[in-house]
């Protein structure tokens, strides 16, 4: 029996000390350094996709884990309006100026490797403020709604800074049931502390 409960403890040991080590090994990020708590500051400039104009974000995070990352942001976009002239008329789409604040979730599928992909999620709210000239003569500042999804991939520079990029769409409605969707592809860095 004393041999048996030995032969076991030469088997069990050595395995509790390989699963504590990977325990260790998983608890560190990609730069070797102990999981902790990390904030972190981001800043994005985007290229509509849909309509002639730009966007500029600003995020300030917490990240509990290397894969996880909650983010409040502030987003601000531009559009230029689009007026198409025919010989019997015109069409018209009016842009506008976009702000919103909004609260963002991100999970990384592979947080330690190279290139992380994940998936965003968020909702916030804002104002738009509509272009005013002589094809749209009047102003109507609205309050809105922003909700957005996508996916994107992360991109380690230093150890503490890196590069990103994803894909949202973007989908806002007023106070008068007006809605709008973009789908900006955004780029930019980020610096974790």
């Known amino acids: 029996m004393k041999r048996r409960i030995a032969r076991i403890g030469r088997l ?3 395995m509790l000390l ?3 080590s990977a325990a260790v090994a998983s608890a ?3 730069s070797g350094e102990a999981r902790r708590l990390r904030w972190t500051i981001e800043r994005a400039a985007v ?3 849909d309509y002639t ?4 974000s600003v995020a300030f995070g917490f990240a509990p884990t290397r894969s996880l990352t909650f983010l409040i942001g502030a987003e601000r976009s531009r559009t230029e309006d689009e007026i198409e002239v ?3 008329g015109y069409a018209s789409e009016r842009g506008g100026l976009v702000e ?3 609260a963002e979730l991100r999970y990384a599928f592979f947080a330690n490797k190279r290139v992380s992909p994940y998936l965003v999620g968020g909702a916030g709210g804002g104002v738009e403020r509509p272009n005013v000239n002589k094809f749209f003569p009047h102003a109507s500042d609205s309050n809105i709604v922003a909700i957005y999804y996508g996916a994107g991939a992360r991109i380690p520079i230093h150890r503490r800074l890196d590069a990103f990029v994803d894909w949202r769409l973007i989908i806002t409605a007023d106070e008068g049931s007006e809605m709008a969707v973009l789908g900006p592809l955004r780029g930019g860095i980020a610096f974790r502390f």
Not at 53 to 56: E, P
């Open 28 to 30: 560190q990020d990609a």
């Open 47 to 49: 290229v509509q996709l």
């Open 100 to 102: 919103f604040v909004s």
């Open 18 to 20: 390989l699963e504590l």
């Open 86 to 88: 025919y010989p019997d």
């Open 12 to 14: 069990v040991i050595p």
């Open 53 to 56: 104009g730009t966007i500029q």
